[in-house]
């Protein structure tokens, strides 16, 4: 069952929306190589709290792991797919980084995640990188009232393919509000005009990513982070996006 949010809930994701995205810009300002992940996260989960609110990823018990998230934020690096845990390995030049954020304020949850181009990045990162960020961008535009869920899906893989790029299908995006994953899954693959019509007051945490190689992913020993298993590079990012009457709202920019 996909939940509506009312306009005034709507208001209120703002709020935490709003404060994934301030965090994720002071984030942005650390990101020097030689940082370890670990002050990332120790920064960060100051910041999420300083706003009177809690980080969601903290504590969480996966559907796919019997080890609780032990930090504040993911930070996932290069081959890395997503759910990197912090701790004592530095940022490097030329490294893709992206870091994922999630918090609960006021009942309500919000979850966004950019990449980062750490310095200079060779050219495959950097087309990686944007063909990630245009897939995004396309897949918002896309939450209208009307269209179908795998219209989001779809054209997610069509930009992925039409740079030479996989997808990964093991994980997804995800319905979002009072819970931080409810229904819908959202795909970063698969034909479109099928699944739930979106309707006005569904809010949507899409997420691609997208792979340099095969779409494959493995989990590592820490039980958490998800890489490539040819190890080449992945790239992610997600934003938490309002279905409403004048179209797609973006809870987690500023
Ligand atoms: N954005 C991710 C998600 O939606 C982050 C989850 S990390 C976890 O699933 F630790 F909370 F699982
Ligand atoms: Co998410």
Request: charged share 25%.
């Amino acid at each position: 069952m996909i939940i509506c949010k009312s306009a005034s809930e709507i208001e209120i994701m703002k709020e935490a929306g709003q404060i994934v995205a301030r965090v994720l810009l002071k984030i942005e300002k650390l990101l020097e190589p030689g940082i370890t992940t670990g002050e990332i996260d120790r920064i960060a989960e100051k910041e999420i709290r300083s706003y009177g609110a809690i980080p969601a990823f903290k504590g969480y018990m996966g559907r796919l792991s019997s080890r609780a998230y032990p930090s504040s934020v993911c930070i996932s690096i290069n081959e890395e797919v997503v759910h990197g845990i912090p701790g004592k390995n530095k940022i490097d030049n030329g490294d893709l980084v992206s870091i994922d954020v999630g918090v609960k304020k006021n009942g309500f949850y919000g979850d966004a995640a950019r990449s980062f181009k750490i310095g200079r990045v060779n050219a495959i990162a950097e087309r990686l990188w944007k063909a990630t960020s245009e897939a995004l961008d396309k897949a918002i535009d896309k939450c209208i009232a009307g269209n179908r869920l795998s219209d989001i899906s779809n054209c997610i893989e069509k930009r992925a393919l039409s740079s030479g790029f996989s997808v990964v299908k093991d994980f997804v995006g995800h319905g979002i509000g009072k819970k931080m994953h409810e229904d819908p899954q959202i795909l970063n693959y698969g034909p479109p005009g099928q699944g739930p019509l979106l309707k006005k007051g569904m809010v949507l945490a899409i997420e691609p990513m997208l792979n340099e190689g095969k779409s494959d992913v493995e989990i590592l020993e820490d039980m958490w982070t998800v890489a490539t298993v040819d190890r080449k590079l992945s790239c992610h990012f997600e934003d938490s996006v309002a279905v409403t009457q004048d179209g797609p709202l973006v809870l987690t920019r500023v």
